[in-house]
Structures are given as structure tokens and as C-alpha cells.
């Protein structure tokens, strides 16, 4: 790893303009609309990629779909639990408003919903930590 950043200005900004392995066609664009942004990217630039721009680039990405959506996934998992906690909290106050039959169908399927919500963060938070310790120090 070069932490000093040496090799910094061998990133091309052309490289999304060229043949890039990805494609950021769908994303959000921050200084145009998308119809500005088809315009610009369609004017391909002369050259050849190199390798650093796409290291660059291709680890960007990674992490953008990859550890990045695990933690977005993971902080709306933790919201969705808060708030079926709050429900089944209410549910069981109202316990005796229900019948013994509807209450058990009930009962089964919210278990299962709760134990998936309560496991999905934790498999989230293990993808994360196993990806932060698999990097070479």
C-alpha cells in the first residue's frame, strides 16, 4: 500500500469517458442532470486506460455496491427491528383482543420475522469485520 499517495496523479478523470469496467450511467449525479451528464460521457476521450485508473476505479465501485450497501442495509435492518419491537410490544398488550387461533398464526410468523431481523444485522456486521480483517496490513 502506498501511503503516501505518490502514484495519486497517475489517476486518469478520463477513464469514465473511455471504456470503463463500470458503468455509472444509473448513480446520482451531483453537478448535472442525467441528460447533461449522457452528453459528456458520450465524448469519448482519446487514449488508453492504464492500470492504476482502473484499480482506482474498480475499488471505488467495490466498495460502493459492496461494504457500503452492507452498512446501509445494516442501519435500515436496525430501524425495521426498533420499530417491529415497538409492534409486538403493542401486540402483546392488546393480547387478550385477540382470538387463541388467529393469536398463535400470528405468534409463529412474527418469531420468524423478528429471529431473520435480529440475525440479518449480525451476518451484515460479520461481512464487514471479515472484510476489514482480510486486508493485507
Known amino acids: 500500500m502506498d501511503a503516501t499517495f505518490s502514484k495519486i ?7 469514465l469517458r473511455r471504456n470503463p469496467r463500470v458503468s455509472i450511467e444509473d448513480e446520482t449525479k451531483i453537478n448535472a442532470d442525467q441528460k447533461t451528464a449522457d452528453a459528456f ?5 482519446d487514449g488508453n486506460n492504464n ?3 482502473e484499480v482506482f476505479f ?4 467495490a466498495h460502493h455496491y459492496g461494504t ?18 415497538k409492534d409486538v410490544e403493542r401486540f402483546e398488550a392488546e393480547r387478550a383482543r385477540y382470538s387463541q387461533v388467529g393469536f398463535h398464526v400470528w405468534e ?10 435480529c440475525r440479518t444485522p449480525d451476518m451484515l ?5 471479515s472484510s476489514k480483517c482480510s486486508r493485507p496490513h
Open 125 to 129: 456486521q460479520g461481512l464487514r469485520l
Open 51 to 53: 492500470f492504476i485508473s
Open 9 to 15: 496523479d497517475r489517476i486518469d478523470v478520463d477513464y
Open 58 to 61: 474498480l475499488t471505488v465501485a
Open 68 to 85: 457500503e450497501a452492507a452498512v446501509t442495509q445494516q442501519e435500515q435492518r436496525k430501524k425495521n427491528l426498533k420499530y417491529m419491537e
Open 41 to 45: 460521457y458520450a465524448q469519448k476521450a
Open 108 to 117: 409463529r410468523r412474527r418469531g420468524r420475522m423478528v429471529d431473520s431481523s
